[in-house]
Each structure stands twice: as C-alpha cells, then as structure tokens.
C-alpha cells in the first residue's frame, strides 16, 4: 500500500465554480477523515467517515460542503458555489487498521485557489 | 472543548543546538496529545504521540515529549538540530475514547529555521 492519496494535488477555479476532490485512504482502514488548513493555521476538523456512514461534521462545513463515502472506500468532497474564502489545503486522513492502530495518516493534501 | 496552543510562531536554533518547541493543552482529562512534522506541499507525519502510557515519548528523527500534567504541557525536544529538521511543526489533541483516537485538534503551528 502507497499510503493515503489525494487528486488533484493543485486546483485553480473561478469564484462560483464547483469542485470536487478525492481521497484514496490505506486500504485497510476503515475511517477517513477530512480537513482543511489555510494559509499560516493548523489542520481544522471538516467531517468523519466509518465505513461509508459520515458520523460527524464541523460547523465549518456549510450546505455548500458535501462529503461522500459512497462504499467505504474513497471518499469526494464537493464545494458548490466556490467563495474565495474557501482557498485552502485539503487533507484527507484514514485510520483504523484490523490491528486496533488508530493513528491517522495523512495525504499530501489538495490546494486549491479560488480566483 | 480540548485544545492546544504552541508558544512561538517561529522559532530559529543554530545547528547543533538543541530544539524545544512548546506546546500546552486544556483538557478536563487528560487526552491523547500529538506532534505532527510538516514539509513544503506536503501532508502531515506523526513524529510521536502520546497515549496514557510512558510519559517520556520517543519518536521519529530523534525527537522526544514530556507529558506533565500539572503544567498541562507536551513540549517537544531533540538534542541536537539538523539542517533536515526545518519544517513546520503541529501538536494536535483527540479526546480519548472506546475507538481509541478520534478527531485531531491541532495548533496553530511554529515554523523550525535551523541556521547553519
């Protein structure tokens, strides 16, 4: 296993453009995590998957955030109606392995710039 | 709601010398603590964690945390720095639970220059 990744690694939209993104967690793990982290702060909490249920999402994901994990593997975040504030690094994280490990590992993570 | 704060945004050591970089959590029990390594456009790697057991933490690189208690700290020290250990670093902190860790709450980050 190659470890957590992400794609794309870059995206560059337009103010009011939709976006998806996608996370290939360890294969073996069963949660998958998402968070975003702008320019100069730590990673913030955005939302959680076990398996393919979302069991929690942070305030700061507004209607116009949508996650998926539609059969417990990947998982898409969506951003409808891009703000230029929603500019930041996404990084997904998976954990969770058959050996009771919980320690989360992260993707390299996919930026993107809201024009 | 638990949470960390990492004293110094940035924080320069001179090769060879060593690095501590401060981290201090509020919790009304104790939780699980963190400290993660960030590259340039890279993701996060744990360097050690904390998780109810040894108070002294040995991780990755040479690098090594106290858990004290009574000062609510996780400071993070290595010996002796090297040109390689210039990254961002992150103390992050999950509440502990049946799964074990949970979400991460991370701080706000210092950046290690090391100057040759």
């Known amino acids: 296993d190659t470890g957590v990744s992400q794609n794309p690694r870059h995206k560059i939209t337009k103010r009011g453009q939709n976006v998806t993104f996608r996370c290939d967690p360890i294969?073996?793990?069963?949660?998958l995590y998402w968070y975003r982290q702008t320019l100069g702060q730590g990673p913030e909490f955005l939302t959680y998957?076990?398996?393919?249920?979302?069991?929690?999402k942070s305030r700061l994901l507004s209607d116009r955030f949508s996650a998926e994990r539609p059969k417990g593997s990947f998982s898409t975040l969506e951003i409808q109606r891009t703000e230029q504030g929603d500019s930041a690094m996404y990084l997904c994280?998976?954990?969770?392995?058959?050996?009771?490990?919980?320690?989360?590992?992260f993707g390299p993570g996919t930026r993107l710039t809201v024009l | 709601a638990q949470s960390v704060t990492q004293l110094g945004s940035h924080v320069s050591v001179s090769e060879g010398a060593l690095v501590l970089l401060r981290c201090n959590y509020s919790?009304?029990?104790?939780?699980?603590l963190f400290w993660y390594v960030q590259y340039p456009n890279q993701g996060l790697q744990l360097l050690l964690k904390?998780?109810?057991?040894?108070?002294l933490v040995k991780g990755i690189n040479g690098f090594e945390a106290e858990f004290k208690k009574s000062e609510t700290s996780f400071h993070l020290t290595k010996p002796s720095a090297h040109m390689s250990d210039a990254a961002e670093y992150f103390c992050?902190?999950?509440?502990?639970?049946?799964?074990?860790?949970?979400?991460?709450?991370f701080g706000t980050g210092t950046r290690l220059t090391i100057i040759p």
């Open positions: 992050a902190v999950s509440p502990i639970s049946n799964f074990g860790i949970e979400k991460l709450t």
């Open positions: 904390y998780t109810s057991a040894a108070t």
């Open positions: 919790s009304s029990v104790p939780p699980y």
């Open positions: 994280a998976s954990s969770g392995d058959p050996r009771g490990n919980n320690e989360q590992f």
């Open positions: 998957f076990q398996n393919e249920a979302q069991l929690e």
């Open positions: 294969s073996e793990h069963n949660r």
